[in-house]
């Protein structure tokens, strides 16, 4: 997708890097006697990185910011028409149409994985046996649910003729093909990106095992049982973790494209109701040879992302708690 | 000491992968080395088989070329070849159909074939599927065979219901629904008189009927509000009977376009729209001694709305470093009996009647009964269709997202009939 400007935001939703920098507290012990020549040494090493961000992402993005400024079918060369795509967005009904469709998806989706990565990861966080494994166990989904065949799983899970119908036939209810009805196709998606609770969860464990056990046992001689314990200590404590996850999630979310491609068969149907962003613009650019278009959409998500991710940083003044 | 160098020659490695990456064809291959050509098409398993075969055969009698396959299914098809063709790696010999060669042509993406005449020979093969691969006055593409828009009937679906199969000389649409709705009520549940019939193409049929037909040779909209109208109102009064499955299913099929997903594939339908060269691969997967019907309405309508087309058009790109070696291999897929042996009737009935009559022979069952079938229709054949102007490959998609919001019951025939001439209207400008 780096053609279309996407690269740059995929890249910056990379969970790897989210377990180092929810520690904030470490950072500073690094810059000890960190000699000129290793950092030569590490500068080295992260060229080969620099070179291919350069080519393969900044090159891309700097294209597709000049074609959205373009009509461009792929076969003839693209052609200036300056705000002309921006401008089609305001009457593009179907472009309305997956914006509706993202922002469910987004704040119905996120909320849900988050509040089961937290419940999972508080269980885990009461010292069970083989803790090490579960964490695997249950991190393995997020690993895994990017990948195509997870997403043609989902497709045989929820069909007419899925594991979720035959269950159900067990009951006696019959039920529809969820992946093909207009009402629920979406829900499917929703289920999926909840199913990856495991990246977020780990770190909301990392987070709970640095609350101190102190403030719980001070607590519990007040008298706090567990649901003030819950809300009084834990909650307030991890909101710097949950602001983070929140962040990155929501960031990850926007652009869904291959749950979504593979779970639509690549239509973002039926009607249109799993037509997320991301899916409606290959459409346009791939679908329909429309490459200056699709940039411009690329740019505005890039936008609505930005936007949407300052919203965040600004709310989080009110109710983030740093401790300090 | 030794952590820097050791970098250094990390780092050396890497920038030489990121330069192969970026720099791929630098040398031309104007050397003495066999010159290689890609070949593209779309299709399933047993297909990609057969062209193999054929690619062997071609590679044998020709050892200075090497010729590489390339496929996928049909939905993913045309997604990648046109990121291909964009970005001027295009393979050399493309399998396009219906509106795409015209799409591609009109963009300056495919050869004019007259300029490697030299190679490839095109005056046994029949004109009017010669004719899907020409327009602005050139050539574009050569047919890979001919077909014809059909039903398919499963007559043991057919006989399971005690319901003879319909007479197709003679039917028309009311005996088209009440047959099917007959089907789908003595049958088990969960097997349907028909699967949903509405694709573009049967919109041509039906319209073509009418003395319309989807597009105007001048590149318009052709097809009229009140024949969608009347179309829907059909389809609505399938599905509530029960003739047609429930819209969850319909569309979930939507998404399924290979032969052994499709409900008469698996036996769970009397019949199907489809193309005459599926009936191999459909009686292959359901494993039915399927049947080739005419369209209903034929023998009352103003006009016949079913014709003979091009099953496929090999075209070449117009970017091929080697267009003469990607005809030679253009001209073994239509004009060589051994190929023809080879590929039968998977493409379409050979357009070439000398590979025909070649082939006749080691045709089996299914084939002939394609062969037979195209043979007996072609005197009743209406006229020739009209090839979508550039940007119709979009009706498709447009008619499927209209369709289901018609059998949900979101949009109202008449509403989904506006819809589809104002957005077919607006793809093809």
Known sequence: MSELGLGDIAGSAGDRGAERRAQPSHRKLLKSKGSRREDRAAYAFLLPWFIGMAVFTLGPILASLYLSFTDYTLLSPPEWVGLDNFQRMLDDTRLHKSLVVTFEYVFVSVPLQLSLALALAMLLNRGVRGLAFYRSVYYLPSLLAGSVSIAILWRQIFGGDGLVNQLLDVVGIEGTSWIANPDTALGTLVVLNAWTFGAPMVIFLAGLRQIPASYYEAASVDGAGPVSRFFRITLPLLTPIIFFNVVLQMIDAFQNFT????????????????????????????????????????????????????VNFLFAKKWVFYGD | MRNTRLAAALVAGAALLAAAGCGGDSGGGSGDGPVEIRFSWWGNNDRAETTKKVIAAFEAKNPGIKVTGDFADFNAYFDKLATEVASGRGPDVITLGGAYPREYGGRGALLDLSRVSGELETDKIDPAALGNGKFDDKQFGVPTGVNAPVIIADPVVFQKAGVPLPDDATWTWDDFVRIATDVAKKSPKGTYGVADPTKSDTLDVFSRQRGEGLYTPDGKLGISKQTLVDWWTLTTKLRDAGASPPAATTAELAGQPSPEQTLIGRGLAGMQVDWSNQLGALRKASGHPLKLLRYPGESSAQQKGMWLQASQVYTINAKSKHPKEAAKLLDFLVNSEEAGKLILTDRGIPANPDVLEAILPSLNEDQKAQAEFIDAATPTMGPPLVIGPEGSTDTPDILTRLNDEVLFNRKTPDAAADEFVKQVEAAIQ
């Open chain 1, 259 to 310: 749950q979504a491609f593979v779970v639509s068969g690549g239509k973002g149907g039926p009607v249109d109701s799993t037509l997320v962003y991301t899916l409606y613009l290959y459409d346009r650019g791939f679908g329909s040879f429309e490459m200056g278009y699709a940039s411009a959409l690329a740019w505005v998500l890039l936008v609505i992302i930005a936007v949407l991710t300052g």
